[in-house]
């Protein structure tokens, strides 16, 4: 019994061994996102950038380029991506509050960051981490900018106007409209939630009629 134990234990040692050893030997950060900016390659692993990304790699920088001259690491400040001022134009940022560096790095440039999201002028209370950190589209929101995407008022969503239908009467209805139409319906049917009324000539000559039939009926 004494023995099995302690084979046990010695296979247990030998796995955190093992384990151990493979979280050394894997490449860090600064290893693996490596770049030789000739060749647009990375060493590690000899892959290179797609050529659409090439301007951005030259011309923008990584989050972490621009933590790493900053006082706190950054913390605090506020930061967005190209791609996000030129895709839509609410604001979106990070707003940084933990930064975790790795000192292995030359010029301690890479690492972890955490902070809270505002995307498209919506603000995110939970904080976590920041995605995409290695990508070269980082940019610094200055400080007399910051109030003013702050400020910034999403305009209100607008009223849901369908819903849709329940299981039931929806598979009666495609069924309908595919023995109607004699091929596959992709629609989707939606259930109106207002009703619109079309006020014409007709729909106020039959209020008129109704009214006047109502007066004429006798009591």
């Not at 134990?5 to 061994?17: C, D, F, N, P, S």
């Not at 706190?72 to 707003?95: A, C, I």
């Not at 209805?173 to 009703?195: D, N, Q, Y």
Request: glycine share 6%; aromatic share 10%.
């Amino acid at each position: 019994m004494a023995k099995k134990k302690r084979l046990r234990l010695i296979a247990e040692m030998a796995r955190k061994i093992r384990a151990y050893r493979e979280l050394k030997s894997r490449p860090r950060e600064s290893q693996k996102y490596a770049l030789d900016y000739e060749t647009m390659r990375r060493p590690l692993t000899g892959k290179m950038l797609p050529v659409l990304a090439w301007q951005d790699v030259r011309r923008e920088s990584r989050l972490f380029s621009l933590l790493a001259g900053m006082r706190l690491f950054g913390v605090g400040r506020m930061f967005t991506r190209k791609s996000w001022l030129e895709d839509h134009p609410e604001p979106s940022y990070w707003q940084i509050t933990k930064v975790k560096v790795d000192y292995t790095a030359e010029n301690m440039d890479y690492g972890r960051a955490w902070g809270t999201l505002t995307y498209k002028g919506k603000q995110e209370s939970e904080v976590k981490e920041v995605e995409k950190v290695m990508y070269h589209d980082w940019r610094l929101i200055p400080k007399d900018m910051e109030q003013q995407f702050r400020d910034f008022q999403p305009l209100p969503e607008p009223p849901v106007r369908y819903a849709p239908y329940p299981p039931l009467l929806r598979a009666m209805l495609l069924a309908k409209r595919g023995k109607a139409g004699g091929s596959a319906v992709t629609e989707e049917p939606a259930l109106p939630l207002k009703r619109d009324v079309v006020l014409n000539k007709d729909y106020f000559r039959r209020q008129e009629q109704e009214r006047q039939r109502k007066e004429g009926t006798a009591v």
